[in-house]
């Protein structure tokens, strides 16, 4: 299984284009705007991952180490993200253990069916 990270929306369109992962993981670190949040994943990056079965992953592990304000930033990217691949069908892969995977995005609004699917495909 390949995976690859990609900072922006441009490089990760670009990756999940050209088919050469597996699974893309989140780079959930960035510069929010008043009115809106900086976020790699778009409805139409979904859409396209979900076309060509490249599953989004999420660095849990980067998301413990960082301080209080920037893990509320990072979970309402996160939240946005799981909101765009549960419309599209895109499956999601995360890096804990069972329980705790379940835990985190049941909280941020993940389907049952992306649930499971995140537990039996970590990266």
């Known amino acids: 299984m390949k995976t690859i990270t990609a900072s922006n929306s441009e490089n990760a369109r670009k ?40 599953a989004i992953g999420i660095d849990a592990q980067a998301l413990k180490k960082s301080s209080s304000i920037e893990k509320a930033s990072t979970l309402a990217r996160l939240r946005e993200a799981i909101k765009y691949c549960r419309k599209t069908r895109t499956k999601l892969a995360v890096n804990l253990p069972k329980h705790e995977a379940h835990a985190l995005l049941l909280s941020l609004g993940a389907s049952t069916e992306q649930l499971t699917q995140a537990i039996t495909q970590p990266f």
């Open 15 to 54: 990756l999940i284009e050209s088919k050469c992962c597996d699974v893309l993981i989140l780079d959930l670190r960035g510069h929010d705007r008043i009115k809106k949040l900086f976020t790699i994943i778009t409805p139409v990056i979904a859409r396209i991952a979900h076309t060509n079965n490249v």
